[in-house]
């Protein structure tokens, strides 16, 4: 048995209910993410329709090899916590912890890189506000709002994945997780999961469609 992991919380009958719950529990946050990411990106389609020369002015500003990079990054941490997680159902300990911290190690490689291109635009004077460059136009100002605004609020969270997974592996490393309960680590899993999609949207929007300037 692992611990008290092995059975279930006071307000469960068995740990298969509790599991289900915090499953449900978790896609019920997920989709109110869902809505808040979505109302972003609707309106960002929006302008983006109104104003394509301009956000295709914008686009080419961003870095397409670093954008590029970072995508690559989030889909592999993707694989390491998928790792972690079928670690954790088949109760391997060492494996499952040394999932989790590569991917901790690629959330903070993301932000690394990410911080790298930040600077890039603060030194061109891409940060909207009064240092902006405005020979650009309040268009393509619009864009880098847009730009900042949802790659600001992705960082973040990130941010808050690491502190996830750095709990959860902190677990692990004091009882590791076993196939009668792998909960917490399932549910983180699906948070780093919907962290690493939202991405996959802002990459192609923010990098890749329309950088033709016509």
């Given amino acids: 048995m692992n611990g008290g992991r092995a059975f279930p919380a006071a307000q469960f009958e068995t740990l298969e209910q509790q599991h289900?719950?915090?499953?449900?529990?978790?896609?019920?946050?997920?989709?109110?993410?869902?809505?808040?990411?979505?109302?972003l990106f609707t309106s960002y389609t929006v302008?983006?329709?109104?104003?394509?020369?301009?956000?295709?002015?914008?686009?080419?500003?961003?870095?397409?090899?670093?954008?590029?990079?970072?995508?690559?990054?989030?889909?592999?941490?993707s694989l390491a916590m998928a790792l972690a997680v079928r670690a954790a159902q088949l109760g391997k300990a060492k494996a499952q912890l040394g999932w989790l911290l590569l991917t901790i190690a690629f959330a903070f490689g993301f932000l690394v890189i990410k911080g790298l291109e930040y600077s890039q635009?603060?030194?061109e004077h891409l940060l909207p506000g009064p240092g902006f460059d405005h020979s650009l136009g309040r268009q393509t100002e619009l864009f880098l709002l847009y730009y900042w605004l949802m790659t600001g609020l992705h960082a973040l969270h990130v941010i808050i994945g690491?502190?996830?997974?750095?709990?959860?592996a902190w677990l692990s490393w004091r009882e590791p997780f076993t196939g009668e309960y792998y909960s917490p680590m399932e549910m983180s899993g699906l948070y780093w999961h919907f962290v690493d999609i939202v991405w996959v949207f802002l990459y192609p929007l923010l990098y890749l469609i329309n950088r033709h300037i016509s």
């Fill in 20 to 39: 289900d719950t915090a499953r449900l529990g978790l896609w019920c946050f997920l989709a109110t993410e869902v809505l808040f990411f979505g109302g």
């Fill in 47 to 77: 302008y983006r329709y109104l104003y394509p020369h301009a956000f295709a002015v914008g686009s080419n500003h961003n870095n397409l090899l670093l954008g590029t990079l970072n995508t690559a990054v989030l889909l592999t941490s």
């Fill in 121 to 123: 635009h603060i030194h």
């Fill in 162 to 168: 690491i502190g996830i997974l750095s709990v959860i």
